[in-house]
Protein backbone atom coordinates (compact mmCIF):
# COMPACT_ATOMS: atom_id res chain seq x y z
CA UNK A 1 0.00 0.00 0.00
CA UNK A 2 3.15 2.55 0.52
CA UNK A 3 3.61 2.01 -3.00
CA UNK A 4 0.21 3.63 -4.18
CA UNK A 5 1.22 7.01 -2.32
CA UNK A 6 2.69 9.03 -5.29
CA UNK A 7 0.16 7.71 -7.79
CA UNK A 8 -2.32 10.25 -7.03
CA UNK A 9 0.04 12.64 -8.15
CA UNK A 10 1.69 11.18 -10.64
CA UNK A 11 -1.08 9.40 -12.27
CA UNK A 12 -2.78 12.49 -13.94
CA UNK A 13 0.61 14.45 -14.72
CA UNK A 14 1.56 12.03 -16.84
CA UNK A 15 -1.74 10.77 -18.47
CA UNK A 16 -1.73 14.68 -18.95
CA UNK A 17 1.46 14.72 -20.93
CA UNK A 18 0.16 11.70 -22.71
CA UNK A 19 -3.21 13.34 -24.25
CA UNK A 20 -1.08 16.61 -24.84
CA UNK A 21 1.64 14.82 -26.84
CA UNK A 22 -1.07 12.64 -28.80
CA UNK A 23 -3.56 15.58 -29.46
CA UNK A 24 -3.51 15.67 -33.22
CA UNK A 25 -4.65 11.74 -32.63
CA UNK A 26 -7.71 12.74 -30.46
CA UNK A 27 -8.26 16.50 -32.26
CA UNK A 28 -11.66 15.28 -33.49
CA UNK A 29 -12.34 12.51 -30.62
CA UNK A 30 -13.26 14.84 -27.39
CA UNK A 31 -15.02 11.72 -25.78
CA UNK A 32 -12.22 10.40 -26.00
CA UNK A 33 -10.24 12.55 -24.27
CA UNK A 34 -13.32 12.62 -21.54
CA UNK A 35 -13.35 8.90 -21.23
CA UNK A 36 -9.62 9.35 -20.00
CA UNK A 37 -10.32 11.90 -18.21
CA UNK A 38 -12.88 10.27 -15.95
CA UNK A 39 -10.82 7.20 -15.76
CA UNK A 40 -8.12 8.51 -14.48
CA UNK A 41 -9.97 10.89 -11.99
CA UNK A 42 -12.14 7.70 -10.77
CA UNK A 43 -8.85 5.44 -10.68
CA UNK A 44 -7.23 8.39 -8.27
CA UNK A 45 -10.97 8.65 -6.48
CA UNK A 46 -9.93 4.61 -5.47
CA UNK A 47 -6.81 5.18 -5.02
CA UNK A 48 -7.21 7.76 -2.35
CA UNK A 49 -10.10 5.37 -1.12
CA UNK A 50 -7.66 2.61 -0.65
CA UNK A 51 -4.89 5.19 1.04
CA UNK A 52 -7.93 6.36 3.42
CA UNK A 53 -8.99 2.98 4.39
CA UNK A 54 -5.02 1.97 5.22
CA UNK A 55 -4.08 4.78 6.76
CA UNK A 56 -6.86 4.71 9.83
CA UNK A 57 -4.12 3.25 12.34
CA UNK A 58 -1.48 5.90 12.05
CA UNK A 59 0.59 7.78 9.02
CA UNK A 60 1.82 6.34 5.62
CA UNK A 61 5.08 7.24 4.32
CA UNK A 62 6.57 6.69 1.51
CA UNK A 63 10.56 7.89 1.23
CA UNK A 64 11.72 8.73 -2.44
CA UNK A 65 15.19 7.34 -4.17
CA UNK A 66 15.04 4.63 -1.34
CA UNK A 67 16.03 7.48 1.54
CA UNK A 68 15.02 6.82 5.30
CA UNK A 69 15.93 8.68 8.26
CA UNK A 70 19.27 7.78 10.30
CA UNK A 71 20.81 8.98 13.80
CA UNK A 72 17.88 11.91 13.31
CA UNK A 73 18.41 13.30 10.15
CA UNK A 74 16.69 13.27 7.34
CA UNK A 75 18.16 13.80 3.77
CA UNK A 76 15.03 13.55 1.30
CA UNK A 77 11.61 13.73 0.00
CA UNK A 78 8.77 11.91 1.46
CA UNK A 79 5.04 11.46 1.22
CA UNK A 80 2.50 11.35 3.99
CA UNK A 81 -0.73 10.34 4.22
CA UNK A 82 -3.28 9.85 7.20
CA UNK A 83 -7.25 9.34 7.10
CA UNK A 84 -8.03 13.05 6.39
CA UNK A 85 -5.73 14.48 3.84
CA UNK A 86 -6.39 10.99 1.78
CA UNK A 87 -9.87 11.28 1.80
CA UNK A 88 -9.90 15.20 1.24
CA UNK A 89 -7.58 14.17 -1.76
Do not use: C, K, Q
Request: cysteine-free; charged content about 15%; glycine content about 12%.
Amino acid sequence: MIRLLPVPVVLPLLIAAAISALNPLFRRRRRVRDAIAIGTSGTVAVVLGVLMAGSTHGEVVYWFAGFRPRHGIVIGIDFTASPLPAGLG
